[in-house]
């Protein structure tokens, strides 16, 4: 069984604010991306996933969000670069 290893805008978690990063159901709730980008991830308490509350805007938290994509160990992160 193949698994799907990149993250796909159509299975983005609603919470997601509009922008280029985001997080999809693939999210095993790892804590990486809150970890590496405080400022930009946070955990749905319910859901149990992480999710983007705010998309970076200092080239500081580019940094981060793309460090925690490329860590990010089932490939949750997307970066569809202008997508709504």
């Not at 990149?6 to 978690?13: G, I």
């Not at 804590?31 to 992480?50: I, K, M, Q, V, W």
């Not at 509350?53 to 200092?58: E, H, L, N, R, S």
């Not at 160990?73 to 569809?80: F, K, L, Q, T």
């Amino acid at each position: 069984m193949l698994l799907n290893c990149m993250a796909s805008f159509p299975n983005k978690y609603s919470d997601n604010v509009t922008g280029k990063f985001y997080v999809d159901d693939q999210c095993i709730d790892c804590d990486l991306c809150r970890e590496t980008a405080p400022d930009n991830f946070t955990r749905n308490e319910d859901g149990g996933y992480s999710f983007v509350f705010k998309q970076p805007v200092a080239p500081e938290e580019q940094t981060k969000c793309k460090e925690a994509m490329e860590g990010c160990p089932v490939e949750a992160i997307g970066n569809d670069g202008d997508a709504q």
